[in-house]
């Protein structure tokens, strides 16, 4: 890596710095400060609360390292531009092409950065925020969390339902729970209820106090009940998730989600044998939020590019107008962003595309800025 490499990286990485401390805060309390403040003044912990102000931080952070490549570009060359070391730099023979390298550089480590928080610091954060959240609501007297599952075989024929009167995902067990099995026919072949259903890492779910009634194939009923801990043997294939999974696909957040945790969830409903509106509608909007897992980041390189050439100018500008400018930049990416994805949701464009498009509009304009300045 040369000097002149080193010169730009080395400007760039203190404006990141506070870049993704000043939009993290910013996030933080426009999204989150005001219900915390509630939880306080309800009685609940403070380090309950504390704890959760942390969690729920990682989803915001991710968003914040693309944002902040962009004030960092804007701050960083604005600088060197203001002390015309651009001007010696190119008088030395480096095109504005050979200064943009250590800034796509810069924007491709912090994409890499982004895409492996994104994909395994924040989905276990937001996991772990959403079952202590449901602790502090159970503290508060709030409502039990009932949950209900369709149980598909491997055959993708449906097999069961499932419906719990409660569901505590932090240690991973259901109380009062129903399932009516059907085995992959039209009719039903058991119904089952339990005091508990309980999940054993590597063995699916166990159940305690259970009540069950069975269909034989001439038509007698049979009953059976048990007290003790016992897998459901025959039902393991459509109970296969866990907890985890299960608290995944009740996020209504794709942030939330790792591009994993989204793919297993666009499978199951692409499989799914009778899809409605809504479910194909949810079914699109899983899929804007799959290849935005891939796009957000690379936007840290869209972002990088197109600042340097906005904040070269013959006259001296400070700080605020990089601030300035970076916050009307993102809000218009933003804006274009959030228009694609209403028309993916609607089916009008391809989910992928919807992702990917303003993603390229910001390429061309930095491409087209590039050209500019460079003459």
């Known amino acids: 890596m040369g000097l002149l490499d080193r010169l730009v990286i080395k400007e760039m990485i203190g404006p990141w710095i506070f870049g993704v401390t000043m939009f993290s805060v910013v996030l933080m309390a426009g999204t989150y400060l005001f219900r915390l403040t509630d939880f306080i003044v309800k009685g609940v912990d403070a380090s309950d609360v504390v704890r959760l102000s942390i969690l729920f931080m990682p989803a915001l952070v991710a968003k914040t390292f693309p944002m902040a490549v962009l004030l960092s570009s804007l701050l960083a060359f604005a600088r060197l531009s203001n002390d015309s070391e651009i001007i010696a730099a190119q008088t030395g023979g480096a095109s504005l092409y050979r200064i943009m390298r250590p800034v796509a550089i810069f924007g491709l480590a912090v994409a890499a950065l982004s895409f492996v928080f994104g994909e ?8 772990e925020a959403s079952g202590l959240l449901r602790k502090i609501q159970r503290g508060l007297g709030q409502t039990s969390q009932p949950f209900t599952r369709t149980l598909y075989g491997n055959d993708g024929k449906v097999w069961g339902q499932l419906a ?7 240690t991973g067990s259901m109380s009062d729970a129903t399932i009516v099995w059907f085995g992959g026919g039209r009719e039903p072949q ?20 259970a009540h069950m009634f069975k ?12 007290e003790r801990s016992r897998p459901l043997r025959g039902w393991e294939d459509a109970l296969d998730f866990s907890p985890q999974s299960a608290l995944a696909e009740t996020m209504t957040d794709n942030d939330s989600m790792s591009m994993r945790q989204l793919g297993e969830q666009i499978r199951k409903m692409e499989s799914a044998p009778k899809v409605d509106e809504e479910a194909r509608r949810k079914l699109r909007d899983r899929k804007v939020g799959y290849w935005t897992k891939v796009s957000l980041p690379l936007t840290a390189v869209m972002f990088a590019l197109l600042g340097a050439p906005v904040s070269i100018r013959r006259v001296r500008q400070s700080a605020g107008i990089g601030v300035g400018i970076s916050i009307a930049i993102i809000f218009g990416y ?3 962003h959030s228009y694609m ?3 993916a949701k609607g089916g009008a464009v391809n989910p992928a595309f919807s992702a990917f498009f303003p993603v390229a509009v910001g390429f ?12």
């Open 364 to 375: 061309g304009f930095a491409v087209a800025l590039l050209i500019k300045r460079n003459h």
């Open 164 to 170: 719990s009167l409660d569901i505590n995902f932090s």
């Open 334 to 336: 933003y804006l274009l």
């Open 120 to 127: 395994y610091v924040v989905p276990n954060a937001a996991t």
């Open 190 to 209: 058991a119904w089952a209820y339990f005091k508990e259903l309980y999940y054993v890492p590597g063995r699916s779910w166990e159940a305690r106090g």
């Open 215 to 226: 269909v034989a194939e001439d038509g007698v009923i049979s009953e059976s009940e048990f």
């Open 341 to 343: 994805t209403v028309l």
